[in-house]
């Protein structure tokens, strides 16, 4: 069992929404006036993702919701990753933004993007709220990074720990023990 010993602020919920408003301005402009569906990776990127939507200024932005799982076989190093609910829009013709709160290995999303890109979407990118690059065991390029972090696990803002402290309005380090 983990148990969380301490919460150490590491990013602030002013931070947090400066930093929203500016990915929200620049997604704006790579994508005014063009067919934009803005995905959802449920469950973490809940809270990040309504509050960049919010700031995205397009009148063709549309939204859907996908979640994913992804695990090792135990014996091997290949990854399974399972589609647990998918996208209801046609994605055929038109830009797509995965909106996820952490990449770190980066193997569920690069699986995701290339089903993705082989429905014909016009464009997939993606925009995470934290980049653990220290992580990375896929080379994927995410395109409008919120705040890179070198170590540590965080909570908050829609980051849990066993489905715990999503609701927090700023990002913390949690300090955490073993038992």
Do not use: W
Request: proline letters at 1%; glycine letters at 6%.
């Amino acid at each position: 069992m983990i148990e969380v010993k301490d919460l150490i602020p590491k990013y602030s919920e002013e931070l947090i929404q400066n930093r929203i408003r500016e990915l929200g301005e620049q997604i704006s402009k790579d994508y005014k006036n063009e067919d934009l569906i803005c995905v959802c990776v449920l469950k973490g990127a809940v809270t990040f993702f309504t509050d960049l939507v919010r700031n995205i200024d397009n009148k063709n932005l549309m939204i859907d919701f996908l979640r994913a799982s992804s695990y090792g076989s135990g014996i091997s190093s290949s990854t399974v990753v399972k589609i647990l609910k998918d996208t209801e829009l046609d994605v055929s013709g038109k830009h797509v933004l995965f909106v996820e709160d952490v990449i770190d290995s980066g193997i569920t999303m690069h699986h995701i993007m290339q089903m993705f890109k082989d429905r014909n979407a016009k464009s997939v990118k993606l925009c995470a709220l934290i980049d653990k690059k220290e992580r990375r065991e896929v080379d994927i390029k995410i395109d409008y990074p919120g705040f890179v972090l070198d170590k540590g696990f965080i909570v908050g803002y829609g980051l849990d720990l066993a489905d715990r402290y999503r609701q927090l309005t700023a990002i913390y380090e949690a300090v955490v023990e073993e038992h």
